[in-house]
Nanobody, 114 residues
Framework: QVQLVESGGGLVQPGGSLRLSCAAS????????MGWYRQAPGKQRESVAL???????NYVGSVKGRFTISKDNAKNTVYLQMDSLKPEDTAVYYC????????WGQGTQVTVSS
């Protein structure tokens, strides 16, 4: 069993910043990819930012230059620094770990509103 525990969501004004954290624990033998997805009301879940075991990062176009993903291998923890937040960033953000199996966190709400 693998557990993903997220923290750091909340309400922020446009232009503000938030930092999400996701700590993985349990039967982790190897981690290929960790990262973040998000799902806004009425929309499909989308990949936001991913980081491979080798440190290669991938971002969805809409967050490039504003979000930064990083990880602490010793703590099995991944972070998402979100700057210059926009109302369209409002969504539930889910931590992801995989493959070959996919593990998901419980989700943390991020709301960007004045």
């Amino acid at each position: 069993q693998v557990q993903l525990v997220e923290s750091g969501g909340g309400l922020v004004q446009p232009g503000g910043s938030l930092r999400l954290s996701c700590a993985a624990s349990g039967s982790i033998f190897s981690i290929n990819v960790m990262g973040w997805y998000r799902q806004a009301p009425g929309k499909q879940r989308e990949s936001v930012a991913l980081i491979s075991s080798g440190g290669v990062t991938n971002y969805v176009g809409s967050v490039k230059g504003r979000f930064t993903i990083s990880k602490d291998n010793a703590k099995n923890t991944v972070y998402l620094q979100m700057d210059s937040l926009k109302p369209e960033d409002t969504a539930v953000y889910y931590c992801y770990l995989g493959p070959p199996y996919s593990y998901w966190g419980q989700g943390t709400q991020v709301t960007v509103s004045s």
